[in-house]
Protein backbone atom coordinates (compact mmCIF):
# COMPACT_ATOMS: atom_id res chain seq x y z
CA UNK A 1 0.00 0.00 0.00
CA UNK A 2 2.61 2.55 0.93
CA UNK A 3 4.92 1.68 -1.76
CA UNK A 4 2.12 2.40 -4.73
CA UNK A 5 1.17 5.65 -2.58
CA UNK A 6 5.46 6.16 -3.56
CA UNK A 7 5.05 5.06 -6.77
CA UNK A 8 2.69 7.93 -7.80
CA UNK A 9 3.29 10.88 -5.73
CA UNK A 10 6.67 10.45 -7.01
CA UNK A 11 6.07 9.47 -10.45
CA UNK A 12 8.65 6.16 -10.35
CA UNK A 13 8.43 3.43 -13.19
CA UNK A 14 9.50 0.57 -10.64
CA UNK A 15 7.75 0.25 -7.33
CA UNK A 16 10.38 0.60 -4.13
CA UNK A 17 11.78 -2.09 -2.37
CA UNK A 18 12.55 -3.03 1.02
CA UNK A 19 15.60 -5.30 2.54
CA UNK A 20 15.21 -6.48 6.02
CA UNK A 21 16.17 -9.60 8.31
CA UNK A 22 14.94 -12.40 10.05
CA UNK A 23 15.33 -15.83 11.61
CA UNK A 24 12.69 -17.58 9.11
CA UNK A 25 12.29 -17.15 5.11
CA UNK A 26 9.27 -14.83 4.23
CA UNK A 27 5.93 -17.04 2.48
CA UNK A 28 6.81 -17.06 -1.16
CA UNK A 29 10.33 -15.48 -1.33
CA UNK A 30 12.89 -17.28 -3.79
CA UNK A 31 16.49 -18.08 -3.02
CA UNK A 32 18.28 -14.96 -4.93
CA UNK A 33 20.27 -17.14 -7.47
CA UNK A 34 16.62 -17.91 -9.29
CA UNK A 35 16.61 -14.14 -9.98
CA UNK A 36 20.33 -13.15 -10.25
CA UNK A 37 23.02 -14.49 -8.57
CA UNK A 38 24.37 -10.63 -8.11
CA UNK A 39 22.22 -8.89 -5.41
CA UNK A 40 21.90 -5.94 -6.68
CA UNK A 41 21.09 -7.07 -10.37
CA UNK A 42 17.99 -9.38 -8.42
CA UNK A 43 17.10 -6.04 -6.83
CA UNK A 44 16.61 -4.14 -10.32
CA UNK A 45 14.99 -7.40 -11.76
CA UNK A 46 12.35 -7.50 -8.94
CA UNK A 47 11.91 -4.21 -9.57
CA UNK A 48 11.28 -4.15 -13.01
CA UNK A 49 9.90 -7.42 -13.67
CA UNK A 50 7.91 -7.80 -10.60
CA UNK A 51 7.79 -11.76 -11.28
CA UNK A 52 9.59 -11.76 -7.87
CA UNK A 53 8.04 -10.50 -4.75
CA UNK A 54 10.99 -11.44 -2.41
CA UNK A 55 14.05 -13.47 -2.46
CA UNK A 56 16.25 -14.25 0.31
CA UNK A 57 20.24 -15.41 1.71
CA UNK A 58 21.75 -16.07 4.21
CA UNK A 59 24.28 -18.04 6.20
CA UNK A 60 22.67 -21.51 5.04
CA UNK A 61 21.33 -20.14 1.89
CA UNK A 62 24.70 -18.66 0.48
CA UNK A 63 25.48 -21.09 -2.84
CA UNK A 64 25.13 -19.49 -5.99
CA UNK A 65 25.02 -16.42 -5.02
CA UNK A 66 27.81 -13.82 -5.84
CA UNK A 67 30.59 -13.54 -3.45
CA UNK A 68 30.65 -9.89 -3.25
CA UNK A 69 27.25 -9.44 -2.42
CA UNK A 70 27.88 -11.82 0.39
CA UNK A 71 30.86 -10.32 1.71
CA UNK A 72 28.96 -7.36 1.69
CA UNK A 73 26.00 -8.42 3.74
CA UNK A 74 28.48 -9.81 6.48
CA UNK A 75 27.50 -13.38 5.35
CA UNK A 76 31.70 -14.32 4.24
CA UNK A 77 34.97 -12.36 4.72
CA UNK A 78 35.83 -10.31 1.69
CA UNK A 79 37.57 -12.29 -0.96
CA UNK A 80 40.89 -11.19 -1.33
CA UNK A 81 40.47 -10.74 -5.72
CA UNK A 82 37.37 -9.21 -5.55
CA UNK A 83 38.78 -5.41 -6.55
CA UNK A 84 40.27 -7.78 -9.87
CA UNK A 85 36.71 -9.70 -10.51
CA UNK A 86 34.58 -6.32 -10.10
CA UNK A 87 37.16 -4.57 -12.46
CA UNK A 88 39.78 -5.67 -15.05
CA UNK A 89 40.34 -9.47 -14.11
CA UNK A 90 43.67 -10.76 -13.07
CA UNK A 91 46.62 -9.51 -14.09
CA UNK A 92 48.31 -12.70 -15.81
CA UNK A 93 45.75 -15.26 -15.67
CA UNK A 94 44.37 -15.52 -19.36
CA UNK A 95 40.41 -15.39 -19.32
CA UNK A 96 40.27 -14.44 -15.34
CA UNK A 97 37.01 -13.44 -15.11
CA UNK A 98 35.83 -10.25 -14.62
CA UNK A 99 32.46 -8.08 -14.21
CA UNK A 100 34.30 -4.70 -15.34
CA UNK A 101 32.16 -2.36 -13.54
CA UNK A 102 34.88 -0.15 -12.23
CA UNK A 103 37.76 1.01 -14.43
CA UNK A 104 40.62 -0.78 -12.41
CA UNK A 105 41.54 -2.61 -9.40
CA UNK A 106 42.30 0.30 -7.18
Given amino acids: MVGKKI ?7 TE ?4 YGSDSIPQGAVHLPEV ?8 VNMAI ?15 GCCPGGL ?5 IMCP ?3 SFFVSTGRPGIPDAPAEYLKASPE
Fill in 7 to 13: VSACRLS
Fill in 16 to 19: PLAV
Fill in 36 to 43: HRCIAAAM
Fill in 49 to 63: EKRVSAFYLGSDAKT
Fill in 71 to 75: SHTGY
Fill in 80 to 82: PAI
